[in-house]
């Protein structure tokens, strides 16, 4: 079975939204998912100018200023599966990537997920951290509303509102992904560091805010936990430096 790889377009969100439902059991807005995959670097494969199967990612920035290339989601219909459509949906992410001059992509395994490990692995990857738990604050979850009495989401000082939240030691990353609209949380878990993403995420109209907790960090999975956070599973960092291959 050969495929086409091209960019993706608006009118791609049915039959990626079916994809996405078909892979994964969720169901995603087509109106959102539309205006993403115009505005993401996105691409679809396709067999006899039908989609089976799409790519998803978008670029982020690091704490220290530098651009990287999230590879964030990947499926491919059922029928279509088992022909390399996936390894060509991943080459041409990365062609894509060099081209931007990002000095890292990388993509967030589910540890359990051994397609996209082996996927990964062909293409370059390399696993350069064990298995982090994922904890994701729902804004919609009724335990995320019911969380709101804590002081880790209550406003902010002006003064944090006036500060980037690098002063002490966060780094608050906004996504824009195919499924949803969130903040990433890196570095330094805190209240006021949770606070600042739970405050930028009602105004800026996400619906999600992560973050990755290695092992060992019993503080900040009880921080995360008391401020509404479910763990979700646990997951691995694949990377490729660009220059490596």
């Not at 994964?24 to 959102?32: C, S």
């Not at 998803?56 to 200023?65: I, K, M, V």
């Not at 990947?74 to 990537?97: D, P, T």
């Not at 990353?173 to 990433?184: R, S």
């Amino acid at each position: 079975m050969r495929a086409a790889i091209r960019r993706a377009r608006s009118r791609d969100a049915q039959a990626v939204a079916a994809i996405v439902k078909e892979a994964f059991g969720e169901r995603l807005a087509e109106a959102r998912l539309a205006e993403n995959l115009a505005a993401g670097i996105n691409f679809v494969a396709l067999v006899d100018e039908r989609v089976v199967g799409f790519a998803g990612g978008f670029l982020t920035t690091s704490h220290d200023g530098k651009l990287r290339f999230e590879l964030d989601l990947l499926a491919v219909a059922a029928e279509a599966r088992g022909a390399g459509i996936g390894s060509e949906l991943v080459s041409q992410s990365l062609v894509e990537a060099r081209a931007r001059n990002v000095d890292l992509i990388r993509a967030l395994v589910a540890a359990r997920n051994r397609g996209m490990q082996r996927l990964c692995r062909a293409a370059g990857f390399r696993l350069s951290a064990p298995a982090n738990g994922l904890y994701v604050l729902d804004m919609g979850n009724p335990l995320s509303l019911e969380a709101e009495s804590q002081p880790c989401l209550s406003q902010p000082s002006s003064e944090d509102m006036g500060l980037d939240a690098k002063a002490w030691g966060a780094h608050l990353v906004p996504v824009d992904t195919l499924a949803y609209g969130g903040i990433w949380l890196e570095g330094q878990i805190s209240s006021r560091a949770i606070r600042l993403a739970y405050t930028r995420a009602r105004i800026e109209e996400r619906s999600r805010i992560g973050a990755l907790i290695p092992p060992g960090q019993a503080d900040a999975i009880d921080l995360l936990t008391t401020c509404g956070f479910q763990r979700i599973g646990e997951y691995e960092w694949w990377t490729i430096r660009p220059g490596s291959a």
